[in-house]
């Protein structure tokens, strides 16, 4: 069967013209940038993240997320990966929008609205980073979702000053974590394709912040639907060598 057109409608004349005659000039538009905040469990139980350090002004010599202003042909999600990976050289990376930050004077150059991004990554890919990223540690000064600007710091303990709003953004990060790792499969990221049930619960008490119940949480997460036994062992371990798991539903993250 035929489909017939739509017959000519006045209104498609008037889109027309009207389009032919907009300048876009004509109204103030802020510019649009991304950041990402990449967070990583390190084995020794501590959340990390990855800054470079700004070469230029605005901020020079301060610590700064991945970030990038958007082209106008390309998605969010796309000026987000080109961030990450010219920054830090780190490719197919789990991204997920975090948040708009739209405060007026957030950079001193002109009005930016910045699309901040939230990236997980196993500890052994975030050390794949380039040399001029730096892996630093990030300092929660609050406890479960009250929220608010975290620190980074080096091993040595010194604290890196965070560029712009940076600061506010991977606290976001932490918050929206730390409030979907228990109903979503979010905590898989930070892990490699195997591991163990020790693994697991290390990389959810290290993004909580607190320890949790072994027995408990083991519980929990067998009777979750969410792990699939692989049937083997990890290895190289003097006591009894634990089962490997794997994460059963990867895809539908």
């Known amino acids: 069967m035929t489909q017939r057109s739509r017959p000519p409608d006045e209104s498609d004349d008037e889109e027309r013209a009207f389009l032919a005659s907009y300048d876009p000039q004509q109204f103030e538009r802020p510019s649009l940038a991304v950041d990402v905040a990449l ?7 501590r959340l990390s993240t990855l800054v470079v350090r700004r070469t230029e002004t605005p901020a020079k010599g301060r610590w700064a997320l991945p970030g990038t202003f958007v082209r106008v042909d390309e998605t969010l999600e796309a000026a987000a990966a080109r961030a990450l990976t010219s920054k830090s050289g780190l490719e197919n990376v789990y991204l997920e929008q975090l948040y708009t930050f739209g405060a007026l004077r957030r950079d001193p150059r002109t009005r930016v609205v910045s699309v901040a991004y939230y990236a997980l990554v196993h500890a052994q890919r975030l ?14 000064p609050w406890e479960g979702e009250t929220g608010g600007e975290v620190d980074v710091r080096v091993e040595d303990g010194t604290s890196l000053p965070l560029a712009f709003d940076h600061g506010a953004i991977l606290g976001t990060a932490v918050k929206r974590i730390r409030g979907k790792l228990d109903y979503t499969p979010i905590g898989f990221q930070l892990l490699p394709e195997r591991f163990t049930l020790a693994a697991l619960q290390h990389v959810h008490e ?10 408990s949480f083991r519980r929990r997460m067998l009777a979750s639907g969410q ?3 692989t049937g083997d062992r990890e290895e190289g371990v003097d006591h009894r060598p634990p089962e490997l798991y794997r994460f059963a539903r990867r895809s539908a993250v």
């Open 227 to 229: 792990l699939e036994a």
């Open 39 to 45: 967070l990583s469990v390190e084995p020794e139980g």
């Open 206 to 215: 290290t993004v909580l912040g607190r320890p949790l119940n072994k027995d």
């Open 127 to 140: 050390a794949e980073a380039k040399d001029q990223a730096r892996i630093a540690r990030v300092e929660v």
